[in-house]
């Protein structure tokens, strides 16, 4: 089955940067969309990035275009969000998620999360 597994979060200072992973497993990804997003306390879920598996096309939400980029590693079968000049409102736990119909509407699939915090 699809398993998706992401590791690289951890503590930071506002300005810094860091790297999360998202290992995916369990089928070939061809042609589906693989999206971060992110939940900070007591707010939605929300988009961050995504990126098509085959195609490379990628997108972000507003608040972080220019700051994190999203990529992928077909050998490793991971996918790599970068975050640089982090601040306090990019604090959440980070999600993996996998969408078949490459639409960015059907992510059926989800890992754990990892958490971000950014100090001040």
């Known amino acids: 089955q699809v398993q998706l597994r992401e590791s690289g979060g951890g503590l930071v200072q506002a300005g810094g940067s860091l790297r999360l992973s998202c290992l995916a497993s369990?089928?070939?990804?061809?042609?589906?969309?693989m999206g971060w997003f992110r939940q900070a306390p007591g707010k939605e879920r929300e988009f961050v990035a995504a990126?098509?598996?085959?195609?490379?096309?990628?997108y972000y939400a507003n608040s972080v275009k220019g700051r994190f980029t999203i990529s992928r590693d077909i050998a490793k079968n991971t996918v790599y969000l970068q975050m640089n000049s982090l601040n306090s409102e990019d604090t959440a736990v980070y999600y993996c998620?996998?969408?078949?119909?490459?639409?960015?509407?059907?992510?059926?699939?989800w890992g754990q999360g990892t958490q971000v915090t950014v100090s001040s």
């Open positions: 998620a996998a969408d078949p119909s490459a639409s960015n509407r059907n992510y059926n699939y």
């Open positions: 369990g089928r070939t990804f061809s042609g589906y969309n």
């Open positions: 990126i098509n598996w085959s195609d490379l096309s990628t």
